[in-house]
Structure formats: C-alpha cells, structure tokens
C-alpha cells in the first residue's frame, strides 16, 4: 500500500511538472472586440472583420452600466477572453459607454486581474480616461491617415527585441500607413515629459524620426498589460499596400503577445481539459 501510494504520488508530481512548464497547447488566442455601438464606422468594421478572419472573436457591445454582450444580447464577461481590442476613429471622443465610471472599472479591474488591452486610434487616450497614465491629456486630431507611405514607427531601444515586432526589420523604420483616411487618432504629442509607460515605437515620417508622438506605449497595469498604438497607423482599409500589410502583421503580434501573456488565454494541454494561465500561475504558487 505504501509503495502503491508512493508511486501514484510520483507519478502525480510528474504529471503535474510536465503540465506546468512544457504543456502542449491546442487553443486560440480569443480576442473580445469592443464596441460602443451596433453600427461601426468603416475602418472598425474593416478592422474587426480582419481580426475575425484571424483569432476567435466576439464583437462585445459594451453600455454605460458597464455590461458587455454579443451581437445576439447574451450577457458575456471580459474575462472570457484572453485580449480586448477598442478600436475607435469616428468622432473625436469615445463613444459615452467606454467612458462610464462601470465601463471604466470593469476594464480596469480586467486588466489589473491578468487580462490584455489594444488600443488603438483614438482609443489610444484611454488609458488617460482608466488613470493608468496621469501625465498628461493625450492629443486627439485627424485625419486617420496620411500619404505618402511614411507613416509609422522606429523601434526603440525598448522595442527592437520586443516580440510585437518579430518578423520585422528593426533596424528600419516600420512604416504602416499608405493612404488618406478620415477619422480621428491620438498620441502622446504635446504631452510633456515620456509616457509613463515603456515606448515600443517613435513615430516616423519620411525616414526621420519624429519622438514626440510616441504612439506605440507597453503598459503594466496590475498583473495585465496595456498596449497603445495611436498616430496615423490605424488604416485597415489600406488592404493592398506593403504598409497595409505591415499593420496587420503588427496588429497579429501584438495581438498574440497579449493573448499569450493573459491570465484568460485558454490552455487545452492534451488529453486535459482546458483551463488558464490564471489558473497554472495560481497552482504553481
């Protein structure tokens, strides 16, 4: 009996070491796509139709009580997905529901419990609106997009081995943006002193680099993460261009490194069933 339960309690502990540090996994990054309104303008819909024809989505209508639902009205929580994604140009301020005091506090306390954020466009001042960063109101100014392609970001110190960046060249500027766009965008110029958070990427025009936009900013908030990606480089319905193309693959690393480093990216180990990186950071403490 002894022996039995000593080698069941081997075995356990080897199955457990093995699902813990070397798990095979079989999910998909799942990417809520937030949405202040049924109706979205052009770029977004564009966007998101992207992102739905490359990760697991579910587009989230978000109301100013801080509730989020599917396109059918079924209730749904942030923390059933590893990423949210606020994508927003059509006016120069944030539709009123991403900007309740419930909406707030229920993305915030996502993020601070181990979830992923993109922001991008003029979403890119939330995390003013959120408090994550106090050094300023960040600007808000349009158009969207710019020509010539020469819009786009030099990677930072920070930035060049950074996994948002793989498959690029960082000792070149990325440039992203190829066409006029109306719509309205954000960025950290006229701020004053460095965001708080670490800059990934300057802004870029014409090969020179231009530091004080500053559009492309990690944040760590809690056990989460936050990551901006303002200027001109919102463009998704530049589809045909080199740049257009630079923007989706960005958006695709950025998109995976958050969902890989989210406390909800689900994790289906063979022959197990899944669970999160919450849940394996929780057992192995």
Known sequence: MKHSLTGRCLCLMLLVSAYMIVPVYAADVTVGLLAGSNKLGEVEETAYAWAEDNFTTTTLLVDKSGNFKNNGGTA????????????????????????????????????????????????????FELDVEDGGDPRVFGPLGKDPPEIGVIPTADGKNHPVFEGFDTSKPVFLTSMQQDGFTSDFFNFGDDPSGTILGTKTRGGGAGGGERPFVEYEVGNGIIITLGHHNGVYTDAKSKEGTNLRNLTANVLNYLGENSAFFAVEPNGKLATTWGDLKAASK
């Open 76 to 127: 749904l929580q942030p923390e059933q997905f590893a990423v949210l994604w606020m994508f927003y140009t059509e006016t120069n301020t944030l539709p009123d529901p991403f900007l309740a005091d419930a909406t707030k506090k229920t993305i915030l306390d996502y993020v601070e419990a181990g979830g992923g954020v993109f922001l991008s466009a003029l979403a890119l001042r939330y995390v």
